[in-house]
């Protein structure tokens, strides 16, 4: 079947996932969707999608399922019960979410043992991109599994599709990804808390940077947050990042290999979560004193909204 003959699921609309439903819809794919909070569907059916009552729903009558989920335990939750009774022999999931590389070999071990096609999907971007057509994406599988979803990996990503090899690799990729974007993203917070506390204007610093050999994309677009102190809509989420950052932690120390600079930016970030800032950009670290022993203030007030 060509592309537009499958019948498609996007299961998880948050940034990424919406993205992507967006883009499928704008490209004549027209997928059924499925997320719990309601308001996020609705756009989406005006646009052309078809709304499930219920991921399970989603999932029955789909040639491909994509997944794009919080974390491994909404995996569990979400596919491996609810839609996995739903599943046929030959469905493709391909798996969007950030997970640990060792969990995304056992979910394709699970899912193989009932005929089900598991392909990762690491996306590199923003939502904006996803909706445009313009990520990147890593992908890791079995080769003929990955050649057979090409038509769907191309109309999400005009920057082109790479192919890393064996399940695993790609929530690798997307786990090195998202500890450098945690460990630039705190060390750009520590660098206006220094500057500031010799006196300098935060504005002035990162204007600096921005105009500097130091400036970088990713690096810009935490600043514009640091800019404004105005942490929502996040752009990428701390408890995401610190849960992606904890991930990365974990499944390095299971090989024998240390992250020091991951791990203390990790705290920085666990810390941020425990002072109520999780649903904000994971930038507000840069609001958090060196020590975190107590609330912060402006976390706790919502003067950094």
């Keep these: 079947m060509t592309a537009p003959d499958r ?48 991921a399970a729903e ?32 030959g469905t493709a999931v391909v798996e969007m979410t950030t997970l640990a590389p060792e969990y995304a070999r056992e979910a394709a071990r699970r899912l193989g043992e009932i005929g089900v096609r598991r392909v990762e999907a690491c996306l590199v971007g923003n939502p904006e991109m996803a909706q445009a057509g313009q990520l990147r994406v890593f992908v890791a599988g079995e080769r003929a599994d990955v050649d057979d979803l090409r038509p769907v990996f191309d109309a999400m990503a005009r920057q082109g599709m790479l192919y890393l090899g064996p399940t695993g690799r790609a929530a690798a990729m997307k786990l090195a990804f998202n500890l450098l974007l945690g460990v630039q993203t705190a060390g750009l917070a520590e660098a206006v808390v220094f500057a500031e506390q010799a006196g300098l204007d935060r504005e002035l610093l990162l204007t600096a940077i921005q105009k500097s050999g130091w400036r970088s994309p990713v690096l810009n677009f935490r600043a514009d947050f640091m800019r404004t102190r105005s942490y929502e809509p996040a752009g990428f989420r701390t408890a995401l990042m610190a849960k992606d950052m904890r991930l990365a932690v974990g499944d390095a120390e299971r090989q024998g290999v240390p992250l020091p600079m991951t791990r203390q930016a990790a705290q920085r970030y666990e810390a941020a979560v425990a002072n109520g800032a999780g649903d904000r950009d994971a930038a507000v670290v840069v609001e958090l004193p060196t020590t975190t022993a107590n609330p912060v203030p402006a976390l706790q007030n919502g003067a950094t909204r």
């Design 7 to 54: 019948r498609l699921a996007v299961v998880g609309l948050g940034g990424m996932g919406g993205g992507v439903a967006r883009r499928l819809v704008a490209a004549g794919l027209a997928p059924t969707v499925f997320n719990r909070t309601r308001s996020r569907v609705d756009p989406l059916v005006a646009a052309g999608a078809r709304a499930a009552a219920s």
């Design 58 to 89: 989603a999932a029955a009558t789909a040639d491909i399922v994509m997944v794009s989920l919080s974390d491994e335990r909404a995996v569990e939750e979400v596919l491996f019960t609810e839609m996995l009774p739903v599943l046929r022999p």
